[in-house]
C-alpha cells in the first residue's frame, strides 16, 4: 500500500477520533462525530459550509482539495491564524486536527468581524498562505494585476487574498468537476483526421456518453494534462493512485465513432519539445536496425542485443537526432496521463478485421466508404509543368506543407505528391497537362526496411506477419470474455495486451506457454478492445502501427466544434473557419 493512501485512511480514522469532540466543543452531540457520512455533514454545518458539500467528497482530487479547505475552516473555527497555525493545518493535519480538538484551552471563537481592522490584520499572512495553496504564483499574480487597476479591499468585507482564495477554488473545484467528469476542451494538432476534422479545430469531448473515467492520478496540477505548460516536467505525482473505474454512461463505443483515448503505446515516451511525445517503441526498433548497419535479414540474428543495446543507449540520454539529449530522455506515463489521440473505432471487441488495398473489411464485409477518407496521391503530368499551389489552397484547402511537387528524374516530366479524397483526386483530373492519378498502396511484404529505413513498422512488428498499411489482417479483436488458444501466431499477436493492458506475466518456454508462472493452454481476456484509425488514411499513425485500445484507455467522443482556425492562413485573411464553428462532429 502507498504511503499516501496510507495517510488518506489515516486521516479518516482521525477525523472519527476527533470530529466527537469538535462537535462537543461546539454544543452538539458527540455521538454524531462517530455516525459516517453523518458527521461530515454535521462538520460543514457547523463550519457554515452548504450541505452539498458532502458530495464533494467522493470526488478523486477535489475530495483532496475540499478536505485541506476544511482543515483551515476548522482552525479557523478556534481563532488560529499564524502562520504555523495554517502551514500545520495544510500540511500536518493528521497531528495539528486532533491536538486542537483535545486542547481544553481550544475554544470557538466568533467569526472574523471584517469590520474590524485587528481581526482583518491577524488574518493577512493566513489569506496569503491559503491563497498560495489555491493557485500557486497564479492567484497573486492576479492579486497584483487587480490592485494595480486599482482594486482595493471593501469596507466591512473580506480581504482581497481572502476573496479570491473563495473564488479561485470555487472556480477550480467547479472547472474540475466538469472537465473530468463532463466535458474536456480539444485541439486537433495532425492532419490524421482530414477532412472529417480539420487541423486547428478546437472541440469538445463528450465523456458522458461511454462514462467518465476516475482520475487514476488524481493530484496533479488542474486544467493541465501530463505537462506544465513549456517545460518537460510531469504536472502530477504518484504518491496517490487508483485502480481504473469507470462510471456508467448513456451509450456504447459503435463503429464510425469518432473517439478520444490515451495513446496505448504511451506509457514510455521519448520527449520533444515541439510535439507531444514519440514512440519509445519504434525508437527502439528503428534506431537498433538503422544504427546496426544491417539489412534486415542479417539484422534478425542479432536483434535482441542490438534493441537491449538502443534501451541503454535512450535511457543515458542518447537517441535519434539528438531530440532526447535536448528533453532530458525517456519519460514514463500512468494510463491517464497519456497522450490524447483523436481516431475512428472501424473495429469493436468480437470482430474480425482485415484491410484489402486500403480499404477496411469487417468480419468479411467491407465498409461503407467514409466521405472524407483521403489517400496518398502521386499525380503525373504530360510535361514539366505541374499545380498551381494556390489553386490547391483555394479549391481543395489542401495545406501547402503537404503537396511535394518537382521533376520525375526518369522520365524528365512533373510530378506532385500529396493526400486528398478520391472525390477531388477525380476533379484535379481536368487540371491542364495532367496525365494520372495513382493512390500508393503498399501491398503485403511491402519493404518497410529497404524503402523508409523501419523495423516493421506495422502491428505486431514482426517478421512472421507480411503487413502492410494498406493490407492487413485478418485480426479478432478480442472481447471481454473471449478464449483464444495460445500458439506462436496468437502469442505474438496479444502478449502486449495481455501484459501491458491486463498486467499478466506471460513468456513462451520451450514446452510451452506460461501465464504468471503456471503453464496456460489459453487465455481469456478481461477487457473489450478496439481498432482505432484516421480517416487521412496514409496521413495517420494509429492501431495499424502501435495495436489494440483496450477499453481502460477510452476518454469520450468528439462532440462539437466550438472554434476553428487555418494553421497556414492568418486570423484576418481567411484564418478562422467560420462555417465550422459550432458544428457537430460526424
Same mark, same amino acid.
Not at 478523486?60 to 491564524?81: D, K, M, S
Not at 524503402?451 to 472481447?479: A, C, T, V
Not at 481502460?552 to 468528439?558: F, I
Given at each position: 500500500?502507498?504511503?499516501?493512501?496510507?495517510?488518506?485512511?489515516?486521516?479518516?480514522?482521525?477525523?472519527?477520533?476527533?470530529?466527537?469532540?469538535?462537535?462537543?466543543?461546539?454544543?452538539?452531540?458527540?455521538?454524531?462525530?462517530?455516525?459516517? &457520512?453523518?458527521?461530515?455533514?454535521?462538520? @460543514?454545518?457547523?463550519?457554515?459550509?452548504?450541505?452539498?458539500?458532502?458530495?464533494?467528497?467522493?470526488?478523486?482530487?477535489?475530495?483532496?482539495?475540499?478536505?485541506?479547505?476544511?482543515?483551515? =475552516?476548522?482552525?479557523?473555527?478556534?481563532?488560529?491564524? =499564524?502562520?504555523?497555525?495554517?502551514?500545520?493545518?495544510?500540511?500536518?493535519?493528521?497531528?495539528?486536527?486532533?491536538?486542537?480538538?483535545?486542547?481544553?484551552?481550544?475554544?470557538?471563537?466568533?467569526?472574523? *468581524?471584517?469590520?474590524?481592522?485587528?481581526?482583518?490584520?491577524?488574518?493577512?499572512?493566513? *489569506?496569503? &498562505?491559503? #491563497?498560495?495553496?489555491?493557485?500557486?504564483?497564479?492567484?497573486?499574480?492576479? #492579486? &497584483?494585476?487587480?490592485?494595480?487597476?486599482?482594486?482595493?479591499?471593501?469596507?466591512?468585507?473580506?480581504?482581497?487574498?481572502?476573496?479570491?482564495?473563495?473564488?479561485?477554488?470555487?472556480?477550480?473545484?467547479?472547472?474540475?468537476?466538469?472537465?473530468?467528469?463532463?466535458?474536456?476542451?480539444?485541439?486537433?494538432?495532425?492532419?490524421?483526421?482530414?477532412?472529417? $476534422?480539420?487541423?486547428?479545430?478546437?472541440?469538445?469531448?463528450? +465523456?458522458?456518453?461511454?462514462?467518465?473515467?476516475?482520475?487514476?492520478?488524481?493530484?496533479?496540477?488542474?486544467?493541465?494534462?501530463?505537462?506544465?505548460?513549456?517545460?518537460?516536467?510531469?504536472?502530477?505525482?504518484?504518491?496517490?493512485?487508483?485502480?481504473?473505474?469507470?462510471?456508467?454512461?448513456?451509450?456504447?463505443?459503435?463503429?464510425?465513432?469518432?473517439?478520444?483515448?490515451?495513446?496505448?503505446?504511451? *506509457?514510455?515516451?521519448?520527449?520533444?519539445?515541439?510535439?507531444?511525445?514519440?514512440?519509445?517503441?519504434?525508437?527502439?526498433?528503428?534506431?537498433?536496425?538503422?544504427?546496426?548497419? @544491417?539489412?534486415?535479414?542479417?539484422?534478425?540474428?542479432?536483434?535482441?542485443?542490438?534493441?537491449?543495446?538502443?534501451?541503454?543507449? #535512450?535511457?543515458?540520454?542518447?537517441?535519434?537526432?539528438?531530440?532526447?539529449?535536448?528533453?532530458?530522455?525517456?519519460?514514463?506515463?500512468?494510463?491517464?496521463?497519456? =497522450?490524447?489521440?483523436?481516431?475512428?473505432?472501424?473495429?469493436?471487441?468480437? *470482430?474480425?478485421?482485415?484491410?484489402?488495398?486500403?480499404?477496411?473489411?469487417?468480419?468479411?464485409?467491407?465498409?461503407?466508404?467514409?466521405?472524407?477518407?483521403?489517400?496518398?496521391?502521386?499525380?503525373?503530368?504530360?510535361?514539366?509543368?505541374?499545380?498551381?499551389?494556390?489553386?490547391?489552397?483555394?479549391?481543395?484547402?489542401?495545406?501547402?506543407?503537404?503537396?511535394?511537387?518537382?521533376?520525375?528524374?526518369?522520365?524528365?516530366?512533373?510530378?506532385?505528391?500529396?493526400?486528398?479524397?478520391?472525390?477531388?483526386?477525380?476533379?484535379?483530373?481536368?487540371?491542364?497537362?495532367?496525365?494520372?492519378?495513382?493512390?500508393?498502396?503498399?501491398? +503485403?511484404?511491402?519493404?518497410?526496411?529497404?524503402?523508409?529505413?523501419?523495423?516493421?513498422?506495422?502491428?505486431?512488428?514482426?517478421?512472421?506477419?507480411?503487413?502492410?498499411?494498406?493490407?492487413?489482417?485478418?485480426?479478432?479483436?478480442?472481447?471481454?470474455?473471449?478464449?483464444?488458444?495460445?500458439?506462436?501466431?496468437? %502469442?505474438?499477436?496479444?502478449?502486449?495486451?495481455?501484459?501491458? %493492458?491486463?498486467?499478466?506475466?506471460?513468456?513462451?518456454?520451450?514446452?510451452? %506457454? %506460461?501465464?504468471?508462472? =503456471?503453464?496456460?493452454?489459453?487465455?481469456?481476456?478481461?477487457?473489450?478492445?478496439?481498432?482505432? $484509425?484516421? /480517416?487521412?488514411?496514409?496521413?495517420?499513425?494509429?492501431?495499424?502501427?502501435?495495436?489494440?485500445?483496450? /477499453?481502460?484507455?477510452?476518454?469520450?467522443?468528439?462532440?462539437?466544434?466550438?472554434?476553428?482556425?487555418?494553421?497556414?492562413?492568418?486570423?484576418? /485573411?481567411?484564418?478562422?473557419?467560420?462555417?465550422?464553428?459550432?458544428?457537430?462532429?460526424?
Amino acid at each position: 500500500m502507498q504511503i499516501a493512501q496510507i495517510l488518506i485512511y489515516l486521516m479518516v480514522v482521525i477525523h472519527f477520533a476527533s470530529l466527537w469532540k469538535i462537535f462537543e466543543k461546539a454544543g452538539r452531540p458527540t455521538w454524531e462525530g462517530f455516525v459516517p &457520512i453523518y458527521n461530515y455533514f454535521i462538520w @460543514l454545518k457547523v463550519l457554515g459550509k452548504p450541505w452539498w458539500w458532502i458530495f464533494f467528497f467522493v470526488i478523486p482530487f477535489v475530495n483532496l482539495v475540499i478536505t485541506v479547505a476544511l482543515h483551515v =475552516e476548522t482552525i479557523r473555527l478556534f481563532g488560529r491564524y =499564524e502562520p504555523k497555525d495554517t502551514l500545520l493545518a495544510i500540511v500536518l493535519p493528521w497531528y495539528y486536527i486532533p491536538a486542537l480538538a483535545y486542547d481544553k484551552t481550544a475554544t470557538i471563537e466568533a467569526p472574523t *468581524d471584517w469590520s474590524k481592522k485587528k481581526d482583518k490584520e491577524k488574518r493577512t499572512i493566513h *489569506d496569503h &498562505i491559503t #491563497l498560495f495553496f489555491m493557485a500557486p504564483f497564479i492567484g497573486h499574480a492576479i #492579486l &497584483i494585476i487587480f490592485k494595480l487597476f486599482g482594486s482595493k479591499d471593501k469596507v466591512n468585507k473580506p480581504t482581497m487574498p481572502a476573496e479570491w482564495t473563495n473564488a479561485l477554488g470555487f472556480a477550480i473545484v467547479a472547472a474540475t468537476i466538469i472537465r473530468t467528469f463532463t466535458f474536456e476542451a480539444f485541439t486537433i494538432p495532425t492532419g490524421s483526421m482530414e477532412k472529417t $476534422m480539420l487541423i486547428g479545430d478546437y472541440l469538445f469531448v463528450n +465523456k458522458l456518453k461511454y462514462g467518465p473515467k476516475i482520475p487514476e492520478t488524481p493530484i496533479s496540477v488542474p486544467f493541465v494534462h501530463n505537462r506544465l505548460p513549456g517545460t518537460m516536467t510531469p504536472s502530477y505525482v504518484e504518491w496517490l493512485t487508483y485502480d481504473y473505474y469507470r462510471l456508467p454512461g448513456y451509450g456504447k463505443i459503435t463503429r464510425g465513432d469518432i473517439m478520444v483515448f490515451n495513446w496505448p503505446v504511451g *506509457d514510455s515516451v521519448v520527449l520533444h519539445p515541439e510535439v507531444a511525445a514519440h514512440d519509445y517503441y519504434a525508437f527502439v526498433r528503428n534506431g537498433a536496425f538503422q544504427r546496426s548497419g @544491417l539489412d534486415i535479414n542479417s539484422f534478425e540474428k542479432v536483434k535482441e542485443k542490438a534493441f537491449q543495446k538502443e534501451r541503454e543507449r #535512450l535511457a543515458e540520454g542518447g537517441g535519434i537526432g539528438n531530440i532526447v539529449q535536448k528533453t532530458k530522455g525517456v519519460m514514463r506515463l500512468p494510463n491517464d496521463k497519456k =497522450e490524447n489521440y483523436i481516431k475512428r473505432c472501424v473495429g469493436v471487441a468480437g *470482430d474480425s478485421l482485415s484491410v484489402v488495398n486500403g480499404v477496411i473489411h469487417i468480419n468479411g464485409v467491407p465498409e461503407d466508404f467514409p466521405e472524407f477518407a483521403q489517400y496518398s496521391y502521386r499525380f503525373d503530368f504530360k510535361n514539366t509543368t505541374t499545380f498551381n499551389i494556390q489553386y490547391l489552397i483555394d479549391e481543395y484547402d489542401i495545406y501547402q506543407k503537404d503537396v511535394q511537387m518537382g521533376i520525375d528524374q526518369t522520365t524528365n516530366k512533373g510530378v506532385a505528391y500529396f493526400t486528398c479524397v478520391p472525390s477531388i483526386a477525380n476533379k484535379l483530373m481536368s487540371y491542364p497537362d495532367l496525365e494520372k492519378a495513382t493512390i500508393d498502396i503498399h501491398p +503485403k511484404g511491402y519493404d518497410y526496411a529497404a524503402n523508409r529505413g523501419e523495423y516493421y513498422p506495422i502491428y505486431p512488428h514482426n517478421p512472421n506477419f507480411n503487413w502492410s498499411r494498406d493490407n492487413f489482417g485478418p485480426l479478432y479483436i478480442p472481447k471481454k470474455g473471449s478464449t483464444i488458444e495460445l500458439n506462436e501466431k496468437n %502469442y505474438i499477436l496479444y502478449k502486449r495486451a495481455i501484459h501491458a %493492458y491486463e498486467k499478466h506475466e506471460i513468456e513462451k518456454r520451450k514446452d510451452g %506457454y %506460461y501465464l504468471d508462472g =503456471e503453464k496456460v493452454t489459453s487465455y481469456t481476456f478481461k477487457s473489450d478492445y478496439y481498432w482505432l $484509425m484516421g /480517416d487521412n488514411r496514409h496521413g495517420s499513425v494509429d492501431s495499424r502501427y502501435w495495436g489494440l485500445v483496450p /477499453d481502460t484507455h477510452v476518454v469520450g467522443t468528439a462532440s462539437f466544434v466550438w472554434m476553428s482556425r487555418h494553421p497556414e492562413k492568418p486570423m484576418t /485573411d481567411g484564418g478562422i473557419r467560420w462555417n465550422r464553428i459550432f458544428s457537430f462532429v460526424k
